[in-house]
């Protein structure tokens, strides 16, 4: 059974950041693609950024490009998102996923269950 634990979530000021990280279990993590969903109260889950196995694609909802970095260590099965710039609207439960579709300008939807979420709270 495929589990993921996402942590690394807090409660910063706006501009500053967070690291999150997800660690993936159950199946072969080096040979899969890694995901970053978020869910704000009374919005929809949304997909903002993915990164392919190998590491040749990587994707950024227009929300977060230029402020988030995806990356992947392959060798510890563990998947982080790096956000910097921080503002209010990141306020959001967030989610890894493994084996979703992935490429430079889509991201793919999650078929498995999702995992507990890290929540960050962005303050103004």
């Known amino acids: 059974q495929v589990q993921v634990a996402e942590s690394g979530g807090g409660s910063v000021q706006a501009g500053g950041s967070l690291t999150l990280a997800c660690i993936a279990s159950g199946l072969d993590f080096r040979s899969n693609n890694l995901g970053w969903f978020r869910q704000a109260p009374g919005k929809e889950r949304e997909g903002i950024s993915c990164?392919?196995?190998?590491?040749?694609?990587?994707y950024y909802s227009d929300s977060v490009k230029g402020r988030f970095t995806i990356s992947r260590d392959d060798a510890k099965s563990t998947g982080y998102l790096q956000m910097n710039s921080l503002r209010p609207e990141d306020t959001a439960m967030y989610y890894c996923v493994v084996g979703l579709e992935c490429h430079g300008d889509y991201i793919g939807p999650n078929f498995r269950p999702w995992g507990q979420g890290t929540q960050v709270t962005v303050s103004s």
């Open positions: 990164i392919t196995w190998p590491k040749t694609t990587v």
